[in-house]
């Protein structure tokens, strides 16, 4: 390591930045002992500051960094341990640039601030993260710092191990004067003999999980019911859905099906069905059935993938999942935490709430048919909020947009009939249902609608009575029967 420093003073500085990035004397290792600790390492290396080396041949006209700028980025490294060792992500954070660039053992490389606090949030325990930066030279606005860490990771049913390294990041002062991680790379200095996903199996990520927050990349967040959203995944089949209110009042949503299978190594969804709507006009429509692979990446408890897209423009999001959190990243756009529904209390009566939703939703479609209006009004609840295809984006219960519908609907004839109904229940009083629904309505004014549609719906038991309390619909295609068949 001295030969190598000393041979670094002899090039230029933005050389050496470009050199340390792609170097490959850096080998990411640790011992057989410590797997898990390796991945924690991270934590060290997110903060605490690299390998660096003066240039004495830079060019005079770009001074060194002040004894200012040094004490600044020792006081980051310090704030940045503290703020992992209280499991403050989005603090922790902080420190990193806009567009940098994290490059941890045995993972993809993590660009962006965003990116990075996901990254942090899906690491297992660990605690007494210490962080030492050992030199920090440069010159402008580069700096160039070399240092060491060392913490005590908590694996699940172990006993706890430690782990120490080094790690060697660049540093870039921003045009209003602060110091932000730029480039950060790091490694244990354990050897490594078995490979991180060896043994370990794949986590079972089965459950319901319900969106808790997002965050965009100004440090907004937005939280229910601004955008609501709701992942059932079984052993063999995922169903997705999301609801988004934007700032103009737009109102966006996303539905998905897909059946997949899941490996140490290996995604590969197929997906059966997937929408997206913008004001209650669909954008996106793909029934296309495709087998898409992706690769996967076991830590322990924890496994990471990412999706195949929607379409071209909107990126997948790479999903983390750990225990009972989903963290959905989508670079420069947004971090979604999710949070697996606790269902324990309903778990020894689900088949019962099954069945009771199932048959109330075939009554509520039933009483629609024959223009039952009580009945229906008696299964909503008085806040039900209500998304139809081509009709008002969102409505309530007897809102002027609901009474407008009413009163074009009065006297028509409906033959809706609901298939293929499945019934989540999310605990013992509330319940997703999922169905297509065929037929047609036939309206006072002459007009028919007999397009196909997926109908998603939350139902709340109220006092032993099964309610709906949101309905979500998009016509999943867009060619009427023919007239013979209504």
Request: net charge neutral; hydrophobic share 40%; proline share 7%.
């Amino acid at each position: 390591m001295g030969d190598d420093c000393r041979s670094r003073r002899r090039i230029p500085a933005e050389a050496v930045a470009r050199r340390r990035l792609s170097s490959n004397s850096l080998h990411l290792t640790h011992t057989p002992t410590i797997k898990t600790l390796a991945y924690l390492a991270c934590f060290a290396s997110a903060a605490a500051l690299a390998f660096a080396q003066q240039n004495t041949n830079a060019n005079d006209s770009v001074p060194p960094i002040t004894p200012a700028d040094e004490a600044a980025i020792r006081a980051l490294s310090k704030a940045y341990e503290q703020a992992c060792n209280e499991k403050a992500w989005a603090k922790a954070a902080a420190i990193f640039a806009d567009d940098s660039i994290f490059l941890p053992p045995h993972s993809p490389k993590i660009v962006g601030r965003l990116a990075a606090e996901a990254f942090l949030r899906g690491f297992p325990p660990f605690k007494d993260l210490w962080i030492e930066p050992l030199e920090i030279h440069g010159r402008g606005d580069l700096a160039y710092v070399r240092g060491r860490y060392a913490f005590v990771g908590l694996p699940p049913n172990q006993p706890e191990q430690r782990d120490t390294g080094k790690y060697a990041e660049i540093w870039r002062k921003q045009p209003n004067g602060a110091w932000k991680l730029d480039r950060d790379i790091f490694n244990s200095d354990h050897p490594i003999s078995v490979p991180p996903s060896q043994g370990t199996g794949v986590p079972n990520i089965a459950g319901t999980y319900k969106l808790v927050s997002r965050k965009l990349p100004d440090g907004r967040m937005i939280y229910p019911p601004a955008i609501t959203g709701l992942y059932s995944i079984t052993s063999t089949t995922i169903n997705f859905n999301i609801v988004e209110t934007q700032s103009d009042g737009k109102v966006s949503s996303g539905s998905s099906i897909s059946t997949y299978r899941l490996t140490e190594k290996e995604f590969v969804p197929t997906r059966q069905f997937s929408m997206m709507t913008e004001d209650g006009k669909v954008t996106l429509l793909d029934r296309s059935s495709k087998a898409e692979s992706r690769p996967a990446i076991v830590r322990g408890s924890r496994i990471e993938f990412t999706p195949p897209a929607w379409n071209a423009t909107n990126a997948s999001p790479l999903h983390v999942f750990d225990g009972n959190t989903l963290v959905a990243t989508a670079a420069g756009e947004f971090i979604d935490t999710w949070e697996k529904v606790d269902d324990s209390a309903a778990t020894s009566g689900t088949e019962a709430v099954v069945a009771a939703v199932k048959a109330a939703v075939e009554k509520h479609w039933a009483a629609i048919n024959g223009n039952d209006t009580a009945t229906v009004d008696r299964q909503h609840t008085l806040g039900i909020s209500i998304f139809l295809a081509d009709i008002e984006p969102r409505m309530r219960l007897n809102s002027p947009a609901w009474l407008g519908l009413l009163q074009r609907w009065q006297g028509a004839k409906a033959n809706w009939m609901p298939r293929e109904i499945e019934v989540q229940p999310l605990s013992a009083t509330v319940a997703a249902a999922s169905f297509y629904v065929d037929g047609s309505v036939r309206c006072p004014d002459g007009s028919v609608d007999s397009r196909p549609r997926r109908v998603t719906e939350i139902w709340v038991n109220d006092n032993g009575t099964w309610k709906e309390a949101h309905h979500h619909d998009s016509v999943y295609s867009a060619n009427p029967k023919p007239a013979a068949a209504q």
